[in-house]
């Protein structure tokens, strides 16, 4: 079993960035493509990017595609997202997740994934 805990998260004004951080305990997260997903009160969770075991393929939600960026440190077993120009809608609380053991597909489903963190809360004011 892997724990997952996200960091990183705070206010920040329309324009500015942050970078999230979800640092893994139990397993290396080498093990697993690594997937970032948000939730805004009253709204389902939605997927905000992914990125393979290596970190060679990445894939981003059309409403973050160009302002955010995942990477990851296999060798420090963490998985980042770099969010710049943020604006007022992308206030939501932040979560990492991993699929599934020794998968390679990256997926947009929420339901592809097993292991979740607490999440972080990125408020972004207007």
């Not at 724990?3 to 893994?24: F, I």
């Not at 080498?30 to 389902?44: C, I, L, N, T």
Request: charged share 20%; proline share 2%.
């Amino acid at each position: 079993q892997v724990q997952l805990v996200e960091s990183g998260g705070g206010l920040v004004q329309t324009g500015g960035s942050l970078r999230l951080s979800c640092s893994a305990s139990g397993r290396t997260l080498s093990d697993y493509v690594m997937g970032w997903f948000r939730q805004a009160p009253g709204k389902e969770r939605e997927f905000v990017a992914s990125i393979s075991r290596n970190g060679g393929t990445t894939d981003y939600a059309d409403s973050v595609k160009d302002r955010f960026s995942i990477s990851r440190d296999n060798a420090k077993n963490t998985v980042y997202l770099q969010m710049n120009n943020l604006k007022p809608e992308d206030t939501a609380v932040y979560y990492c997740a991993t699929s599934h053991l020794y998968g390679n597909t990256l997926y947009r489903d929420t339901g592809r994934y097993a292991n979740w963190g607490q999440g972080t809360q990125v408020t972004v004011s207007s």
